[in-house]
């Protein structure tokens, strides 16, 4: 039968990657394709004592419908902790719970974005929230980066001319998908051109304390000073993604009106999950937890691209991150990364072809290559398989 | 700071409900206000084993992302179970899980909802619903019921003349907020219009199984041979809300549409949450679970009607519900519920005015009580404070 679905479905389609991820479930293939965090570093004894302890001290609460912006305990928590690390200076009520931050990417879409609204962001940009915007039917302006972050020349430019933005999208800390980051000078430069024109930021950082740096650089937010920069945060990669447990970080007014949104969404997120994290923060060391994260994926990124430069033929160019889960490989301007792809699939290692990653299209001689889901011996020899298809690459 | 956000935000608004909870946190006042399910009830000892043995023979698999369709176990639980008592022969690519029914509401008008779009429903319904769709910038045309369900004449009428009907939603089981029910004559007249028509049904069921009667009463969804109905299911009602698990059990085409805006909404439900569920059908019978549920709501039933029927004076109808969480009560034309729950809230009883049930205003003379979440002895003072006030209520 023929249904009639409403007109925003034409704009959403499977996502790539997803489909990607099909393929590499066989057992030989090595992929570097999803966005997947080590499981073997979740705190598996440490959620079994949580979790009891949890049931033990407000079972019947814990299962029970609770309040649309979050548990309290565990807001407060991740306010201090900001505070604490970014140089922000929120409060309880500056922070809404959300099912992940891909929801907070959705909540912001139905928030902000009409119909051919504008939303500006760098280029390449997050996959996941070209199709949260898209659903809400919106344009992309993208805004090329440089080794400091966005071009804040060209960003003006756009400002200035187009009175149909309504959003504008970052991720400053160790991108997805090119692993690049925004030094502290070009944040402060940014946040001068956005205060002039007034624009929402949604300043995306579920990376920021995956650093192999000494330090966590300071928040956009944490020089916002007109409340414009709305923060999203996820506990996805530095404890465990399986509990869907994000949140937002904005002005007190604007989350009100997340909260109108959430509401209507899902009424709020699993109460016995936010409490279970809350407990996990008050009985254990996160900070602790978090070395043990950085320490893992810095030798395998060490080691990728120890291999990328040993093993990848000269044409190619790639980010060397300092922290988070990606690298960013660009081939000649000819290569067609979805050829490559295939022939890798053949060759047993699987990655994602950048040109997802580009809302108005491109980059077709893109990839990304993710780093922190395959053991030190996989991630050597993927990568070997990798740089045997480049260099026999023939378009 | 003004802020520009999308228009569809001006639909957007708190709800009472919501702004009477938070009055309602008072310790003295018994609330007959929320939809909350009996707390005492809930297996707190059963999901500590539960969630015990899901960290000891899954901890990581359960930590991690998983599929946007949902544990695969728990979708044929749910497919078996649905197909074992409401008459339905669904599958495991028929089901979709989802955060809690609320979400699929969310989901259901992002998938069909263009503006202007026209829901028809049933007068009063799903407040939750209400807001889901309003999110959509949709319109609501509302068809009444008698005591067998919705009226089939007024519907067919309605269909025929209206060319922007995208979905009809309704309630069949102990309805939220009237506590009514169809019959299953009305569920096949109903069906066979909407054949005739072919238009989409939303059938939201989360009472249906919360049944005071000998037998749980067949879906529409059984009587569906066009694959028109899309049946909304959740444990809310029939284990635990907390957790926020429900899913949609639709054709197989309509699912594949349903994982793409779950993709985009929050990528899946949280993993360990769907393995407890799991588990807990594995390990224990929630049959017998519902068993004791319906005893206690059914006594509560009880217990209110009697006081109603004796206390109330006679100027007062109300449904005397045969399953789920609700009654409806209606006073003579003039009354203004607002009013009485002003009264109300000074005699320390509170309850949701029915107003808000009805998409384009009306009901101002109607109410909604809860009789899931107040103890014996609180119930029947409850319900005599509101009867208290009632008597001397003069407009």
């Known amino acids: 039968m023929e249904r009639n679905y409403a007109s925003r479905m034409e704009n959403m389609r499977t996502s790539e990657i997803r489909e990607i991820l099909k393929v590499t479930q066989r057992k030989e293939l090595i992929s570097f394709a999803g966005g997947l965090p080590a499981p073997e570093l979740f705190p598996v004894e440490e959620m079994k004592i949580v979790s009891k302890k949890v049931l033990e001290e407000s079972g019947s609460q ?21 505070n604490e690390k970014s140089g922000t200076k929120l409060g309880l009520e500056e922070i809404q719970i959300v099912s992940g931050s891909q929801q907070a990417l959705d909540m912001t879409g139905k928030l902000f974005l009409d119909e051919d609204d504008v939303v500006v962001c760098e280029k390449p940009t997050y996959l996941g929230a070209i199709n949260a915007f898209k659903a809400y ?57 956005v205060n002039k024109y007034e624009v929402p930021v949604i300043e995306d ?55 109108l949104i959430k509401q209507s969404s899902d009424l709020h997120t699993s ?37 990328m430069k040993t093993e990848f033929p000269d044409f190619m160019r790639y980010t060397i991150p300092e922290g988070g889960l990606f690298t960013w490989v660009e081939g000649p301007e000819t290569m067609d990364s979805g050829k490559v792809l295939k022939k890798c699939l053949e060759n047993g290692v699987a990655f994602v072809p950048g040109h997802s990653f580009f809302p108005n ?10 780093y922190s889901n395959a053991t030190d011996c996989q991630l050597v020899e993927g990568f070997k398989r990798l740089a045997k298809v480049l260099k026999e690459y023939d378009d």
Chains 1, 2 share one sequence.
């Open 62 to 82: 814990a299962l029970q419908y609770t309040t649309t912006e979050g548990f309290e305990p565990l807001r407060l928590q991740i306010a201090n902790r900001m």
């Open 137 to 193: 039917c919106c344009k992309f302006i993208e805004v090329e980066s440089d080794e400091e972050g966005m071009d804040i020349i060209a960003l003006e430019k756009i400002l200035k001319s187009n009175g149909k933005i309504k959003l504008i999208y970052v991720i400053p800390d160790f991108q997805n998908p090119t692993g690049k980051s925004w030094s502290i000078e070009r944040r402060k430069d940014f946040i001068e051109i």
């Open 205 to 259: 950082n579920p990376y920021g304390e995956v650093t192999f740096r000494n330090e966590i650089m300071p928040l956009l937010k944490a020089f916002d000073t007109k409340e414009l920069v709305i923060t999203l945060g996820t506990f996805s990669k530095i404890l465990c993604p399986g509990m869907r447990i994000g949140w937002i970080a904005a002005a007190k007014d604007i989350i009100q009106k997340y909260i």
């Open 271 to 307: 109460n016995i999950s936010q409490r279970e994290i809350s407990k996990y923060m008050e009985l254990y060391d996160l900070d602790e937890h978090i070395e043990i994260i950085k320490k893992v994926y810095k030798r395998r990124r060490d080691l990728a691209v120890e291999t």
């Open 361 to 370: 299209g491109g980059g077709h001689n893109t990839f990304r290559l993710n």
